[in-house]
């Protein structure tokens, strides 16, 4: 089984409209990251977060880090066009280094404008 | 544009030839690393090179052979390479110690013929 899930793994939504995508881990979480990609290329660093309780914003996006649930979300508002593409959360369970990092699987977001 | 260069950006092989992957970064990072990525999978760890020594090798087939010349540069030599290899290559690179987003490049298209 996946070490990492996310959900929804898919999800379409009308421009405007506010959404939430999360990232569940079956291990203890060292640090979670957030990475956005479009189909084809690389991918896109957004957040980081370390500690419980963490909430990073950047724009329109916000992710913050439950440490006890092992858990982490990611909140687009008003999403756009340009939010549309592969958003996968990443996280390092060995160890506070990173080095050894497994992804989720990913959630393509669709913003239909 | 990313921060990370890698060339060629597609790459079409028989399962013959010998070629090499070349990934590039110059912010002084010190963890290099390979990723190998199916269509519409998450990116899957090769190798990871700390301060030019490999310090991780997620049993790949020796028909993938990793380099790290210098602290900037890093390849991936090819030979002998079966069709279920066709996928996208991503490097990445991350500062060291603790935890350190990694930042990606564009990746290489391989297409095994």
């Known amino acids: 089984s996946q070490e990492l899930e996310q959900s929804p793994q898919s999800l379409i939504v009308q421009e405007g409209k506010n959404l939430t995508i999360n990232c569940t881990s079956s291990k203890t979480l060292y640090g979670l990251y957030w990475y956005k990609q479009k189909y084809g290329e690389g991918l896109i660093f957004l957040m980081m977060?370390?500690?419980?309780?963490e909430e990073k914003s950047h724009e329109k996006i916000t992710a913050k880090l439950d440490e006890k649930k092992q858990q982490s979300s990611l909140h687009i508002t008003a999403s756009q066009p340009s939010h549309a593409g592969i958003y996968l959360c990443?996280?390092?369970?060995?160890?506070?280094?990173?080095?050894?990092?497994?992804f989720g699987a990913g959630t393509r977001l669709t913003v239909k404008p | 544009d990313t921060e990370v260069t890698q060339t060629p950006k597609h790459l079409v092989m028989g399962m013959t030839n010998k070629k090499s992957l070349k990934c590039e970064q110059h912010m002084g990072h010190r963890a290099m690393y390979w990723y190998k990525q199916k269509a519409k999978k998450p990116p899957e760890l090769m190798f990871v090179y700390s301060y030019e020594k490999l310090s991780i090798n997620e049993s790949v087939p020796s028909r993938f052979s990793p380099e790290c010349p210098n602290s900037s540069l890093l390849n991936l030599h090819l030979h002998a390479l079966q069709p279920e290899d066709s996928a996208l290559y991503l490097c990445?690179?991350?500062?060291?110690?603790?935890?350190?987003?990694?930042?990606f490049g564009d990746g290489t298209r391989l297409s095994i013929l």
């Open positions: 977060l370390q500690k419980g309780g």
């Open positions: 990443g996280a390092a369970l060995l160890s506070y280094n990173n080095n050894d990092m497994r």
């Open positions: 990445a690179s991350s500062q060291t110690g603790g935890n350190q987003p990694q930042h």
